[in-house]
């Protein structure tokens, strides 16, 4: 399958699977909510410490509640992080390679194999963040400290060559972690995949087998399909926030008429991306599997345990 027919046989996927079963979609959305409570919660959480806890702009929590403001964001954190685990476990069935797309059910298998798989990407990126907080956010929470006792006195900045020294470590170890993730993210798409195929969370991590999978696909086909997703991925999400902004246009012009709209036009424009989005979800699983499924013939996959078998199921 080249790209062009894996382009429009995942958008066809999407069609049949999704846009023309109304019921999967509606669920399909409701678990993609998840993703906007996480965001407004970490939001909520910044934005406490400068101005007072706010659920999100023009959103504020009543002044009756407020005292408990700091449980309603946990709870919310955690509510979108029990949806954002039931749609992966969804992704992993896409991943598995289950056409056409698969009905949303059996609440409990979504969140086990949503659970695995995202402890799975957790794992690739633990070492990325981990050079991060050592070489780039504890030097400069340090450096932010010392700026600070010298503002608070009549002392002049000067700029030592230990400061040029933390410069260096902090833009060197940003880089390096960047690289670290850009690759190790390049291996995980096989790893989360290989996992979903045989239910062996050690097959995700067998790097030679995953670099001998990419090479059976072809590494320039790999990373320019990926490259190929990437901008695919950025060019429907240009178009959702394109529509969606004629919403957020229109409350703005019509709040001076009809006062309240915007807050109306702010939860309809949540609900487009809600819905919109996704179809970037399954597009992208979808895409991603028959990837996967371009090296299949040169490759052996492991033998499938009893456990797998359950897990695949």
């Given at each position: 399958?080249?790209?062009?027919?894996?382009?429009?046989?995942?958008?066809?996927?999407?069609?049949?699977?999704?846009?023309?079963?109304?019921?999967?979609?509606?669920?399909?959305?409701?678990?993609?909510?998840?993703?906007?409570?996480?965001?407004?919660?970490?939001?909520?959480?910044?934005?406490?410490?400068?101005?007072?806890?706010?659920?999100?702009?023009?959103?504020?929590?009543?002044?009756?509640i407020y005292p408990y403001s700091l449980y309603v964001?946990?709870?919310?954190?955690?509510?979108?992080?029990?949806?954002?685990?039931?749609?992966?476990?969804?992704?992993?069935?896409?991943?598995?390679?289950?056409?056409?797309?698969?009905?949303?059910?059996?609440?409990?298998?979504?969140?086990?194999?949503?659970?695995?798989?995202?402890?799975?990407?957790?794992?690739?990126?633990?070492?990325?963040?981990?050079?991060?907080?050592?070489?780039?956010?504890?030097?400069?929470?340090?450096?932010?400290?010392?700026?600070?006792?010298?503002?608070?006195?009549?002392?002049?900045?000067?700029?030592?060559?230990?400061?040029?020294?933390?410069?260096?470590?902090?833009?060197?170890?940003?880089?390096?972690?960047?690289?670290?993730?850009?690759?190790?993210?390049?291996?995980?798409?096989?790893?989360?995949?290989?996992?979903?195929?045989?239910?062996?969370?050690?097959?995700?991590?067998?790097?030679?087998?995953?670099?001998?999978?990419?090479?059976?696909?072809?590494?320039?086909?790999?990373?320019?399909?990926?490259?190929?997703?990437?901008?695919?991925?950025?060019?429907?999400?240009?178009?959702?926030?394109?529509?969606?902004?004629?919403?957020?246009?229109?409350?703005?012009?019509?709040?001076?008429?009809?006062?309240?709209?915007?807050?109306?036009?702010?939860?309809?424009?949540?609900?487009?991306?809600?819905?919109?989005?996704?179809?970037?979800?399954?597009?992208?699983?979808?895409?991603?599997?028959?990837?996967?499924?371009?090296?299949?013939?040169?490759?052996?996959?492991?033998?499938?345990?009893?456990?797998?078998?359950?897990?695949?199921?």
């Amino acid at each position: 399958m080249d790209t062009s027919e894996r382009i429009s046989s995942t958008f066809q996927y999407v069609i049949e699977g999704v846009i023309r079963q109304p019921g999967t979609w509606i669920l399909l959305s409701i678990l993609g909510i998840g993703n906007f409570l996480i965001d407004v919660g970490q939001k909520s959480l910044v934005h406490k410490y400068f101005h007072g806890l706010q659920l999100g702009d023009p959103v504020s929590l009543p002044q009756s509640i407020y005292p408990y403001s700091l449980y309603v964001v946990i709870i919310l954190i955690a509510v979108g992080v029990l949806l954002m685990i039931l749609q992966s476990g969804y992704v992993a069935r896409i991943y598995r390679g289950i056409s056409p797309a698969p009905p949303v059910r059996d609440m409990k298998t979504l969140f086990r194999d949503g659970f695995i798989l995202s402890v799975i990407g957790l794992g690739y990126s633990v070492i990325p963040v981990l050079i991060g907080v050592l070489t780039v956010l504890l030097p400069l929470q340090q450096k932010i400290e010392d700026f600070r006792q010298i503002s608070s006195t009549s002392q002049p900045l000067v700029i030592s060559p230990e400061l040029l020294q933390t410069i260096g470590i902090v833009i060197g170890g940003f880089v390096l972690s960047m690289l670290l993730y850009i690759i190790l993210c390049t291996i995980s798409f096989i790893g989360l995949i290989r996992f979903c195929r045989t239910g062996s969370v050690r097959s995700a991590f067998e790097i030679s087998a995953l670099l001998a999978k990419i090479g059976d696909i072809g590494w320039v086909r790999y990373l320019l399909s990926l490259l190929l997703l990437l901008f695919l991925t950025a060019l429907f999400s240009g178009g959702i926030y394109l529509i969606t902004l004629v919403f957020v246009i229109f409350g703005i012009i019509a709040e001076a008429i009809i006062p309240g709209i915007n807050v109306i036009m702010t939860v309809i424009r949540i609900l487009v991306c809600v819905f919109l989005d996704v179809l970037i979800v399954v597009f992208n699983a979808r895409y991603l599997s028959l990837l996967y499924d371009a090296g299949t013939e040169s490759v052996q996959e492991p033998a499938i345990s009893s456990e797998a078998q359950e897990f695949r199921s």
